[in-house]
């Protein structure tokens, strides 16, 4: 029997609050609205799960969903930088969250802050693509530096930092560090996981991804998160959760397997796991998304009382975590 000190490791889960942001440039409320929809029943699902286990999580927002209104939306987002371009593609956006419940969801974020454990991180404000054309330079540092305010606005304290789509570079890790966050998500040391714009994402780097759930093309992915680059403590995601493929079903078991073993790794090098996935992919098959996470959470509350494994948020990794949160006071 291991110790439960902490030595056994640590287990990180993250997740990237988006709604249609995260796919607004490429695809609409027909083709990801159900999904999107869908975490009105799945992230309340969740955090039950998460609080019946003991589990801690940090949910990476988007700040244009946390706005109350359409009008509040534009104001914030010509704060964060969005150009008169950007402000007219708002004009399918509804005026609150009871009638767009596609790019509002602040009930929902509440829900998330008055939830023990769980880490409000920030996602930048509008999904800004730091490695696009759209997101570089000024323009990134002025959509976080947005965000964060809204935050603190919300009485929330933001240490951690998600890319959209997993893009950063060194000039981006220091400009966060100056903003005073303290922790990013950072990739899989595979080349196939490497930080790229949408135009380097070829059919085989995304082959490679989709397989290395399945079978060990990458390694383990475990980390020992206390070293930093651009002052930020890299918390490097180990596996992405992708959501049930009925097509993929009889694989599930190859995947959940890839995952453990992942964990046990963790656990037994006093190293950290960390997984990842968007909440809108629970938004569809939500009871076989939730088996899988019950099945990895079973593993955990194994390998906790083996190893002594701890349950993180990310910004209890490493060395200079503050308090855990600040509660959304409703």
């Keep these: 029997m291991g110790t439960t000190d902490g030595s056994g490791g640590k287990f990180v889960i993250s997740l990237d609050y988006e709604l249609m942001w995260g796919v607004r440039d490429h695809a609409t409320r027909e083709s990801c609205g159900r999904n999107v929809l869908g975490d009105r029943e799945a992230i309340p699902a969740m955090l039950d799960l998460f609080h019946r286990r003991g589990v801690k999580a940090t949910w990476a927002t988007v700040g244009a969903l946390l706005c109350e209104s359409k009008d509040e939306l534009i ?3 010509r704060v964060a930088g969005a150009n008169d371009a950007e402000i007219a593609g708002f004009a399918d956006i509804g005026p609150d969250e009871r009638r767009d419940p596609y790019h509002f969801g602040a ?3 509440r829900q998330i802050a008055a939830s023990e454990g769980q880490e409000i991180g920030t996602h930048t404000f509008s999904h ?3 490695l696009e054309d759209g997101g570089r330079g000024d323009r990134f540092v002025a959509d976080v530096s947005s965000a964060l305010q809204q ?3 919300w009485g929330i304290r933001c240490h951690s930092i ?3 789509r997993n893009q950063y570079d060194g000039s981006y890790l220091d400009a966060c560090s100056r903003l005073g966050l303290t922790h990013f998500r950072g990739n899989e040391k595979a080349w196939f996981y490497a930080p790229a714009p949408g135009s380097a994402q070829t059919l085989l ?3 490679c991804r989709l397989a290395d759930s399945y079978v060990d093309l990458s390694g383990p992915n475990v980390s020992r998160p206390e070293h930093r680059e651009g002052q930020l403590i890299n918390v490097a995601s180990s596996r992405f959760l992708r959501p049930f493929n009925r097509r993929l079903a009889r ?4 995947r959940l397997r890839r995952i453990e073993k992942a964990m046990e ?3 037994r090098t006093g190293a950290t796991f960390h997984l990842w996935w968007h909440p809108e992919n629970f938004g569809t098959n939500l009871a076989e998304n939730l088996g899988m996470l019950t099945k990895v959470l079973d593993a955990f509350k194994r390998l906790h009382e083996t190893h002594g494994m701890q349950s993180r948020t990310m910004h209890k990794i490493g060395g200079r975590a503050p308090a855990e949160r600040t509660v959304y006071a409703a």
Excluded: H, I, T, Y
């Design 205 to 207: 780097r995304r082959g």
């Design 251 to 254: 694989l599930d078991g190859l």
């Design 265 to 267: 790794e963790a656990a």
């Design 128 to 130: 800004r693509c730091a």
């Design 107 to 109: 009930s929902l974020a």
């Design 151 to 153: 935050l603190g606005e």
């Design 75 to 77: 104001a914030r987002a």
């Design 162 to 164: 998600v890319f959209p």
